[in-house]
Every structure is written in C-alpha cells, then in structure tokens.
C-alpha cells in the first residue's frame, strides 16, 4: 500500500525513520510531503494513495474527494478536529487517532506554563508557589491524568470533573472528584483545559464559567482554541484584574488579549506535543495502526465508526 505523510509541520527526522521502518517492515510505500505551502500540493500528494499519516493537517471535504484510493486516516495525537470525520465515514474512509501519545508532553508543558505564570512571567518580581494551590483538571483523559500525576510533585492540592469518567476512577488516581464543572471553577485556584473541541464544548468556557474562580485564578488552556468564547473572556478580564489567561493556542482575538499585559500569554504556536519524543512515538503509533489496519482489519482506535 502506498502510504502519504502529510505534514505542514514535519515530524522529527527519527519519527519519519522510524514510520519509514514500520512500513517496510510490512512491504508498504512511503510518500513525503513535508512543510508543503499551498493546499494543491496535498490535493495533488493524495490522489494515488491509500493511507495517510498527518499531524495538525486539515483533511476536509476537498481533501477525501481527491484522494480516490483512501481507504484510512490516522492523526498522529489525540485531537482530530482538523479531519471532517463525518464525511470520511461517508466515503468509507477510516479516521483513527493515537491516543496518549502525546500526553506527558502536554503535561510537561502545563507546569512549564504554571511556573513561568506564578513567577511573574521572569519578570524579577516576587511571585508566588504553585505548593498548597488548589488545580482544577478539566477532563480526566490521558493528558488529565498525567497532569494529574506531575501535579503531586509539585504538592498541589488536586481536583477533577470529567462528564465520561466515573468519580471512582477519578478518586483512585489521589484526585478529588467534583460534581460538575462549574464546581472545578468555583473550588481551585488554577484551572486547566483538556476538552476535546466539539459541538458541546465550543465556547463551553465563558464569561460566566471562569467568574465563578476565586481572586487571583488562573485559566489554562493546552486543549484547544475553539472551547474558549473569547468575547466573553476578554470582557471578563477586563472587568476583573485578578484573573489571567494563559495558553497553548494563539487566539483569534490575540492583539485584543495582549491589552492585559502581565495576566495574559500565548504560545507562537501550539507547542504541547512539540517534543521529539512525542514526535517520535505519534508517528510510529499512526504507522503500526495503519499497518494493523491493512494487515488485520483492526480499527481500534477508530473515531468516526
């Protein structure tokens, strides 16, 4: 089978290796189309093939219509918004994720957030300790998880709500399990976002959500842009000096965000999953998926059954 990485934002030379390997170890072909500039280019890459690999990379409508041999999708991460799911299952087309893969370095990048927001953004000012403070984890999924776990280190006092996890499960991690999320936001001193971007949760994080935090909270957002109503958000901040916004995802409304100089920051680009290993172990999950997939039939990581 004929195999396409597309991505606009490259792997790691030892992620594409190690898909190369993957997929020679079961007789497939690899094409590369790396840091492409135009949507033509992906148009013209997926014509011929039968399996694709991306990352951040839109898979629309457009996109299944051209390539007439697709047979499976696999998203290297969790997040798979960028891929019109539905359509695909119309087509007969396959959309798997790979899950986990990427969580310890969201995680990571949550306390690198935390530390850089509660020290004054380095600014030489005296700040404060994240040891004692009440963090909030919304949705407990395996980024939730693994915050969860870094966050004990850091002897902070834990709290989760998660609509699809059981309380139980959430309590035998050492978390404290809430009833709902506006009970997150009234409890803990930071919270921070791991919802998937859906129909339910698009602009789910509003003004009267995260005014319910204590002075002083922090919202943090390594999730996704859409679960945030930044209207609502920006007229929240400027209302209450206390609160700021810190974020892996540069918003729409970023200049209107940068006016609350010392309470707001944004990542240049989505950098959670920007680690090599991360890299490394998303795109060989997509390949051995996809290598299953031809070899057994199995979808089990599929999204769009």
């Known amino acids: 089978m004929k195999i396409l990485v597309a991505t606009e934002k490259p792997f790691a030379a030892a992620a594409v290796e190690g898909i190369k390997k993957v997929a020679q170890e079961e007789g497939h072909e690899i094409v590369l189309l790396e840091k492409y500039q135009e949507k033509q280019q992906l148009l013209d890459a997926v014509a011929d093939v039968d399996a694709m690999i991306v990352r951040s990379d839109k898979v629309d409508k457009e996109v299944l219509d051209a390539a ?8 290297a991460g969790a997040g798979y918004d960028s891929i019109d799911t539905a359509y695909a299952k119309e087509k007969g087309v396959v959309v798997e994720n790979t899950p986990g893969q990427n969580s310890n370095a969201v995680a990571e990048l949550v306390f690198g957030l935390l530390v850089f927001t509660v020290r004054n953004f ?5 700040g404060s300790e994240l040891k004692g403070k009440k963090l909030g ?3 407990f999924g395996n980024v939730g998880r ?3 776990r870094i ?7 834990i709290y ?3 609509e699809y996890c059981p309380k139980d499960v959430i309590e035998q991690s050492g978390v404290h399990a809430v009833d709902s999320r506006d009970d997150l936001f009234k409890t803990c001193d930071v919270v921070s976002l791991h919802i998937p971007a859906t129909p339910e949760t698009k602009n789910s994080i509003n003004y009267d959500v995260v005014n319910q935090m204590k002075k002083g909270g922090i919202l943090l957002n390594t999730a ?5 109503d930044e209207e609502g958000l920006l007229k929240l901040l400027a209302e209450r000096e206390d609160l700021k916004y810190i974020t892996d995802i540069k918003p729409d409304a970023d200049e209107a965000f940068k006016k ?6 944004s990542t240049p680009k989505k950098m959670g999953a920007q680690t090599a290993e991360a890299n490394i172990n998303a795109g060989i999950a997509a390949a051995k998926q996809i290598g299953a997939f031809f070899k057994d039939g199995c979808t089990k990581f599929q999204v769009n059954k």
Not at 151 to 157: I, N, P, R, V
Not at 224 to 228: A, G, L, Q, S, T
Not at 260 to 265: L, V
Request: net charge positive; hydrophobic share 45%.
């Open 151 to 157: 966050a004990k280190g850091f002897d902070m006092d």
């Open 68 to 75: 007439k041999n697709l047979k499976i999708v696999v998203r």
């Open 224 to 228: 996704r842009k859409e679960v945030i």
């Open 122 to 126: 380095f600014n030489g000012k005296s």
């Open 260 to 265: 609350f100089e010392g309470r707001y920051f």
């Open 160 to 162: 989760a709500y998660d």
């Open 146 to 148: 693994n915050v969860a």
């Open 137 to 139: 984890i919304l949705a």
